[in-house]
């Protein structure tokens, strides 16, 4: 069984189209994360939900938005894709942050 | 604010030989301190974590991790690595109060038959 997944894995776009990027866990965690990984593998904190309740929001352009339907899953939704939005993106849950995070696959988005 | 600095972006080794990776980070009040590990072409996996007690900290895969607070260092470490550890290396800090890992820039091993 895969604990926390990510669809799709790949995702190839043209510039100023919109796009979706689902997560899905299944562990019973209660937080949930998109994190960005650029080309030089630096991973950065976007947004944080606890148990649908958006808590972190890491200055990200509002083209950036998250959904949370339930605490099992959280949905990054993209408007207006630029170039400099090509990256991989990691989604993550945890019960509690000192227990560290159970990353997905992460979707691979690369805009042209 | 947190940050955490890793100061070996890319490490070459043979087989065999010894590897330690650096990793500093700032912030003055209690921390969760962990290792993460990205195979190519994969996901991030956990290899270790400081929560409390022994500042020692054995993980999986024959790592282990050190903590020494005076210093505000988590420094990896194995005795010897093999070709399978091939991958990118983050190091990564929670700070007591908050609900976000910070991670380092990772470090780059690769490692030579």
């Known amino acids: 069984d895969t604990a926390v997944s990510q669809t799709p894995k790949y995702l190839v776009t043209q510039m100023g189209n919109d796009k979706s990027i689902k997560c899905e866990q299944n562990?019973?965690?209660?937080?949930m994360y998109w994190y960005k990984q650029d080309s030089k593998k630096f991973l950065k904190i976007m947004f944080s939900?606890?148990?649908?309740?958006?808590?972190i929001n890491e200055t990200v352009p509002n083209r950036f938005s998250p959904k949370s339907p339930d605490k099992a899953h959280l949905n990054l939704h993209i408007n207006s894709l630029e170039l400099g939005d090509s990256a991989v993106y990691f989604c993550?849950?945890?019960?509690?942050?000192?227990?560290?995070?159970?990353f997905g696959s992460g979707t691979r988005l690369t805009v042209v | 604010a947190q940050s955490v600095s890793q100061h070996n972006h890319h490490v070459i080794l043979s087989e065999a030989a010894s590897l330690e990776l650096g990793c500093n980070y700032s912030?003055?009040?209690?921390?969760?301190l962990f290792w993460y590990v990205q195979y190519p072409g994969q996901h991030l996996q956990l290899l270790l974590k400081?929560?409390?007690?022994?500042?020692l900290v054995k993980g999986i895969k024959g790592f282990e991790a050190e903590f020494i607070k005076s210093k505000f260092s988590f420094n990896l470490r194995k005795p010897s690595v093999q070709w399978s550890d091939t991958a990118e290396y983050f190091c990564?800090?929670?700070?007591?109060?908050?609900?976000?890992?910070?991670f380092g820039t990772g470090t780059r091993l690769q490692v030579f038959p």
């Open positions: 990564a800090v929670n700070a007591w109060n908050t609900d976000k890992l910070i």
């Open positions: 993550a849950s945890t019960q509690a942050t000192g227990d560290g995070y159970t």
């Open positions: 912030y003055g009040g209690t921390v969760n």
């Open positions: 939900y606890n148990n649908k309740e958006l808590i």
């Open positions: 400081y929560f409390s007690g022994d500042p």
């Open positions: 562990l019973g965690h209660d937080t």
